[in-house]
Each structure stands twice: as C-alpha cells, then as structure tokens.
C-alpha cells in the first residue's frame, strides 16, 4: 500500500468546510434521502387525515392534493423556491376543500425549513408572508371562521419553524468563519513553516559557501607555493618551505574537515530538537582568519575596537570578513596589502577590509560566485547594510554596518 504523506492528506479543516459549504445538488444519497423523507411525511399525513372524523376526511381530490403536496420534497435540495411554491400551490385547495388540516404540515413545514436555511432571512420572510397570507385568504373565502382560526393556530408553528432556521442558517455561517480562520492560520502556519525552511537552507548554503570557498582557496594558495619551489630550482630544493607548505596545507585541510563536522553535527541537532543551535563564530576568530590570510601570502594589518557584540551579529561579521579575505586572496593578485578593521560607531558594528590589488577583485569578475551575495544576506540577516566595490585609489572595499542592538536569529 502507498503512504500517504501529510501534505496529500486533505485537512480536517478543508473537509469541514466541504461539509458546511456543499453544493446540495451535489451532496451524496441527497436525492435518495429526500425521497425517503417525502415518503415518511406522507405517511404521516395520511395517519393524520384518517385519524380525522369523516367530514373532515379528504375525499378523491382531497387524497390525490394531499399525496402529490409531497412529491416536491424530492428536490428541495435543489429548488428550494420553487419546491415550496408548488407546496403552496397544491396545499391551497386543499384547505379550501375543508379537508383536514392538519395533514400536509408536515410537508409545509420540511418546505418552509429549507427555504428558510438555505436563503436570506429578507426573502424567507417575503416568501413565507405571502405564502401565510394566500393560504388565510383561501380559508377566509372559501371556508368557516372556525377553519380559518384553526389554520392560525397551526401556523403558529410557522414563526416557530422560522426562526429555528434562521438560527441554524446564522450558526452555519459562524462556524464556517470558525472554521475559515482555522483553516487560514493552518495555512499561515504552513508557509510560516516553508518560509523556515527555506532561510535555513539559504543559511546552510551560506555556511558551506563561506566555510568551503575560504579552505579550498588556502589550499591552492598553499599548493601553488609548494609547486613553484619544486619547479623552481629542483637541483636545490628548499625542503624547508616545501614541508612548511605542505603542513600549511594539511592544517587548512584539518581546520576545514572540523568546521565541516561542526555544521553536521549542528545540522543533526536541528533535526532532533528543532531549534538547537551550535556555537557561533564570532570576533575572537578574526585573528584566526588574519592569520590564514597571511600564512597564503597577503600581507594584512587588523584592528578590532570592539566592546561587544550580539552573538548574531559576531558571526555575521566573522562571514564576511572571512569572505573577504577569501576573495582577496583569490583575486587581488601575489602579495597584497589588507586592511581589516572593526569598530563600533553610532550604535553599530563597523566591518571594513580593504585591499590594493588590481579591480575588480570580486568572483564575478573571474566566475559566476555567490560570495558578495552571500555577504550581503549576512548583513541583511541583522538589519545591517552591506557595500562593496572598487576604490578610487585603487584595489577594493568592503564595508558593512551592523546594528549592535540587533541579535536576530539566523546568522550563521
């Protein structure tokens, strides 16, 4: 047997509200249960007309009015008007033939019911008026003032029968706005729940982006070096550098592969508990990433002034700086001059990284890449604001302000 997933399931509140809001032509056994009830109300008129006295009792004409008054019950679902016109219309002479009169109401009260559940009040009432007034003017014209008092008093129940529809009309419309509020925040919490999911994929692309790009940039920095000594002047080699490079290397690789686990394991975390987080990197890893920075050859000079900083706000600033870097490396040529620096101002982190190599040096201008767009999103992920471009002296800038005061989640 196939599972069925959540989302193919229909919900309970779809089902109410089909329930509440069916079309009655098309509701199931409809007609069969209409005709099972016209024939149970016929039954019962036919009891009542004989339980009468005989000259009270409908003869030929009288019996076929009373019997063909409950054929149109079979489709009331579907023309309610029009069902209790024709009640009207057959029950009039047959009040007018001094039959008993007790005996097609039932039938006239089934009529008056749907009309009154399924139209609006304004039209049940100009319905049932003229219905009331046609059937006292027939035993007013036709009939004794005892027959038309008798008629009053069981029309009495038509007040009765109305306003219990009405009531069920209105306690239908209000509990289909109960269930349209439900079924309205069921959806909100839905695209709430895809709206989450969503960021955090955008989060984890972000993660491995920033964490991926940095290593995979030091490690060809870090394999360049070691191929140009080997190549270089093979007869003398310096295995001192070679060894130092290659170690270089194996570090970035061992750095990496733990910043990889940690994401895993955070990642797993997520999965089991929902809202886990790990811990973020912050600005006590900046020197870290200076120090990368330098070991793959730029020459980077850093200042931090930097009381302190949302956890949130820390890792932001941590990605881009570490972004940056990245491209710097990768594309600001051998040996460039950085400038990284940190501070707070005007209620706000300051993130600065500024190079002098050659413009543009963005990934876009070698490749496709998501670096700037990633370091855009980190800042808009705090309320903060990112900008980045060429220099008018040359090299690049990146500079981004990040609220202080902000600590959203999603940062990472």
């Known amino acids: 047997m196939q599972a069925t997933t959540p989302a193919a399931r229909p919900r309970i509140g ?3 509200m089909a329930a509440i809001n069916r079309d009655p032509r098309t509701a199931p056994h409809g007609t069969r249960n209409d005709a099972l009830l016209a024939v149970a109300a016929a039954v019962v008129a036919v009891c009542l007309a004989l339980s009468t006295d005989d000259g009270r009792r409908p003869d030929a004409l009288g019996w076929t009015l009373l019997v063909a008054a409950h054929a149109p019950l079979v489709w009331r679902r579907r023309r309610p008007l029009l069902v209790f016109a024709a009640e009207v219309a057959l029950v009039l002479p047959y009040h007018a033939l001094d039959n008993n009169h007790s005996a097609p109401v039932p039938a006239s009260f089934i ?3 749907t009309v009154t559940v399924t139209q609006r009040p304004l039209r049940t009432l100009v319905v049932t008026a003229a219905g009331l007034t046609l ?3 027939a035993m007013l014209t036709f ?3 005892k027959q038309a008092a008798e008629l009053l008093r069981i029309y009495g129940w038509v007040l009765a029968v109305i306003f219990v529809g009405i009531d069920v009309r209105y306690y239908r419309q209000y509990v289909a706005a109960i269930v349209e509020r439900a079924e309205r925040a069921e959806r909100t919490r839905e695209e709430e729940a895809r709206r989450r999911v969503a960021e955090e994929r955008l989060r984890i692309a972000r993660d491995l982006h920033d964490l991926l790009a940095h290593s995979i940039t030091l490690i060809g920095v870090q394999t360049s070096v070691a191929a140009h000594v080997l190549s270089a002047d093979p007869e003398r080699l310096d295995r001192e550098t070679i060894a130092k490079a290659l170690d270089d290397i194996a ?3 061992r750095t990496a592969r733990g910043e990889v686990r940690t994401t895993l394991d955070v990642l797993r975390e997520q999965g089991a508990a929902g809202e886990a987080r790990g811990p973020l990197p912050g ?6 990433l200076v120090e990368t920075a330098r070991l793959a050859g ?6 931090v002034r930097v009381r302190r900083a949302p956890p949130a706000v820390g890792a932001a600033a941590y990605r881009i700086v570490q972004e940056a870097l990245t491209n710097v490396v990768r594309h600001a040529g051998p040996e460039p001059a950085v400038r990284v620096e940190l501070y707070e101002e005007q209620g706000a982190l300051r993130v600065s990284v500024t190079d002098d190599g050659p413009c543009p040096a963005t990934p876009a201008a070698h490749s496709p890449g998501y670096g700037l767009v990633g370091m855009r999103e980190r800042a808009r992920s705090v309320g903060g604001t990112l900008d980045a471009g060429p220099r008018e002296k040359g090299g690049f800038e990146v500079s981004a302000v990040l609220p202080i005061g902000s600590d959203r989640e999603g940062a990472r």
């Open 111 to 113: 009529a008056l019911y």
């Open 14 to 16: 779809e089902r109410i």
């Open 298 to 303: 730029a020459r980077v000079v850093s200042e």
């Open 283 to 288: 600005l006590d890893g900046v020197p870290d």
């Open 135 to 137: 059937s006292l003017t």
């Open 251 to 253: 570090e970035t690789c």
């Open 143 to 145: 009939g004794e003032d």
